[in-house]
């Protein structure tokens, strides 16, 4: 099994940064993708940004301009940069991995770390 733990949560003004980062332990060998999601207040969770170990990249609309994810691939760990942040960007913040160990396909969840853009 993976285990993952966030860091980096907090109150950040409309406009600031923040980075959060996120490490994993265990069974790391099965890790094929690594990012964040979130879960806003009242809102379904949903992806931000992600990472393949190929170094390809996604992000949700909302994110990309303002939001940059990159990995540490030797300390297995996986950053979210984020800028210009806004409101509506206050949200708990889920460090997510996945992979496909022995053909099956597994999802593995940090406990979240909350981000509040606040003045």
């Known amino acids: 099994q993976v285990q993952l733990e966030e860091s980096g949560g907090g109150l950040v003004q409309p406009g600031g940064s923040l980075r959060l980062s996120c490490s994993a332990s265990g069974s790391t060998y099965m890790i094929e993708r690594m990012g964040w999601y979130r879960q806003r207040p009242g809102k379904e969770r949903e992806v931000v940004a992600s990472?393949?170990?190929?170094?390809?990249?996604n992000y949700d609309l909302s994110a990309r301009g303002r939001f940059t994810v990159s990995r540490d691939y030797d300390k297995n760990t996986v950053f979210l940069q984020m800028t210009n942040l806004r409101p509506l960007d206050t949200a708990v913040y889920y460090c997510?991995?996945?992979?496909?160990?022995?053909?099956?396909?597994?999802?593995?969840w940090g406990k979240g770390t909350l981000v509040t853009v606040s003045a």
């Open positions: 997510n991995a996945q992979g496909t160990p022995y053909g099956i396909s597994m999802n593995w």
């Open positions: 990472m393949w170990n190929s170094g390809d990249t």
